[in-house]
């Protein structure tokens, strides 16, 4: 009886502690710091950058009125070589400008309609608290300007996106991008800081089907993406459009998800994240791999560039990486490091591969032939080209030069030239066992590339003309030939 009492005390104790600490709870539950009695005594103009740039933080100190004003661009432009899609922007580019403000500014926000466009639009920004995000207070018809103001009340850095219906259709179309809200002191310095944004394109041809492209809106239901991209296009933040620093340097990462429906498991290949902003907001996580993005969320990543090379940013769902597109590059320059790493970088292997299936098994695959008519020979080397940097750069290297040991050249190669079917059957069979390549013994294994007769003919073709192999016009009915002897 006296035990039961003492546990009944016990009890009630317990609720009344758990209560109290519900309650002390919910009295910070505001969780930010804006004194809303206080109005910015300053107007500014705020910076806009395209991707992967990021507008500067404000040198003086305190909040203000920020003016933004960003203005809504259809246009056509490319998604990949020889791929074009029309975009529907906010400011000119996927992404859409990179907005930075102040944890407690006010900020009038001005969205533009440009007359020469065919739909109305609007924009929904993570980082305001109100309804649809602004969404209703700026819908407008092309020809229009919408304002509305907002005060930011969260600090953390935000996706914002059309939300026009049909809505996954005008995301779809390139309609995202990021805002920063800053701290009140702002983020502590780095070097550089980048913008970076991953989406999905669903394209009415699959990826690399040249011309341009409509948006498919049973894929984009169904999930299937043809591209899978960093910034709007592939290649848009890699080869020559990498971003660069220097060894030593320290990076942050605006990384933002546009989706509309994949989740991106951001990882930087040769880097570990010193600090990471988890989903963009203030809980720091250290020495972090890889960070989860959701569609239609963000994050910050930050690191040091300790040894010289290039760093690939990618979708760890890793054929989106090689296959469809999702890879961005920072090269760091300067002196080898060798008290952090040392060895032989291969880098090169980590280039895009393209999209044709390689396999390694010995059962044919049937390949879809279309009937296309033969090309010249100018035709064949523009057309193989594209192809050679899809399908065969990755191990070859784009000059032809291979990597000694492992990935033979495709230069001036006796063994090549001494085939009477040009190599032919090394492309769509594959080739495995000790070859010698000029003097050089090479034991390894090729996939067979899943080229038609007309891809086969140009990329074999390309390598004759380009790299002093003695030039050389393969046909398609002569890889057609080729593939009937071996029935
Ligand atoms: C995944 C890596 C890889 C890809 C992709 C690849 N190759 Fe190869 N290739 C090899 C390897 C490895 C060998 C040597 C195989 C061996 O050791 O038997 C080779 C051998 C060759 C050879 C004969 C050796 C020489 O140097 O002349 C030719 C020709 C060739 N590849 C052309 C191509 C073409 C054209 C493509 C694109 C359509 C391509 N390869 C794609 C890895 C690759
Ligand atoms: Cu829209």
């Known amino acids: ?42 107007e ?8 992967p740039y990021v507008p500067p933080s404000r040198p003086e100190k305190g909040n203000a009125f920020v003016r933004v004003d960003l203005e809504i661009i259809e246009k056509t432009e490319r998604l990949a070589d020889g791929v074009d899609y029309t975009f529907w922007t906010f400011g000119g580019q996927v992404p859409g400008k990179f907005i ?46 919408a304002q509305f103001t907002f005060r930011a009340l969260n600090q953390g ?55 341009h492209q409509d948006f498919d809106m049973q894929k984009a239901m169904d999930e299937r993406p043809d591209y899978v991209v960093m910034n709007g296009a592939v290649g848009a933040a890699s080869g020559n459009n990498r971003m660069k620093v220097k060894v030593g340097e ?21 880097e570990i994240f010193n600090k990471v902003y988890v989903e ?40 989106r990486a090689f296959n469809k597109g999702a890879l961005a590059q920072i090269e760091v320059q300067g002196e080898e490091q060798f008290a952090v790493f040392t060895g032989k970088q291969k880098e090169e292997v980590y280039l895009p591969e393209g999209s044709a299936i390689q396999s390694i098994s010995s059962g044919k695959r049937q390949i879809e032939q279309l009937d296309i008519p033969e090309k010249t020979l100018e035709e064949r080397i523009t057309a193989g080209q594209i192809l050679y940097k899809q399908n065969c750069m990755a191990c070859h290297m784009e000059n032809g030069s291979g990597i000694t040991g492992t990935f033979p050249p495709l230069v001036n190669s006796d063994f090549l030239q001494a085939r009477s079917d040009h190599g032919i059957g090394v492309v769509l069979d594959g080739l ?14 090729m996939p067979a590339v899943s080229l038609n007769d007309d891809q086969a003919a140009s990329v074999i073709t390309y390598v004759l003309n380009n790299f002093d192999n003695g030039g050389g016009l393969v046909t398609a009915a002569k890889v057609k030939e080729w593939r009937n002897e071996q029935k």
Not at 250 to 270: A, C, E, Q
Not at 286 to 301: E, M, R, S, Y
Request: aromatic share 10%.
């Open 432 to 445: 495995q066992g000790e070859i010698m390549v000029n003097g050089v013994k090479y034991n390894n294994i």
């Open 1 to 42: 009886m006296k035990r039961n009492t003492y546990l009944n005390f016990f009890i009630i104790t317990l609720v009344w502690m758990m209560l109290f600490s519900l309650n002390s709870c919910k009295d910070k539950s505001a969780g930010y710091q804006v004194d809303l009695t206080k109005l910015p005594d300053r």
């Open 44 to 51: 500014v103009f705020a910076e806009l950058t395209d991707a």
């Open 250 to 270: 320290t990076v942050r990462l605006f990384i933002g998800n546009g989706g509309p429906n994949l989740v991106s498991s951001f990882h930087v290949i040769g």
């Open 280 to 319: 963009g907001g203030t809980l720091i996580n250290k020495d972090v791999q890889t960070t989860l993005v959701p569609a239609g969320g963000a994050a910050i990543a930050e690191f040091k560039c300790e040894v010289p090379g290039t760093l690939h940013l990618v979708d760890h769902s890793i054929f």
């Open 100 to 145: 930075r403000i102040r944890q407690g500014d006010l900020v009038e926000f001005h969205l533009h309609n440009h007359p020469d466009n065919l739909l109305p639009h609007n924009i929904d920004l993570h980082a305001v608290t109100g309804p649809g995000g602004g969404a209703e207070a700026s819908l407008i018809a092309p020809g229009k300007s």
């Open 157 to 211: 850095l935000y996706v914002y996106h059309c939300a026009t219906a049909p809505v996954g259709m005008h995301i779809a179309n390139g309609m995202y991008g990021l805002i920063l809200v800053e701290p009140l002191e702002g983020l502590p310095p780095v070097d550089h800081e980048f913008y970076i944004m991953q989406s999905e394109f669903y394209t009415t041809g699959s990826f690399g089907e040249k011309g």
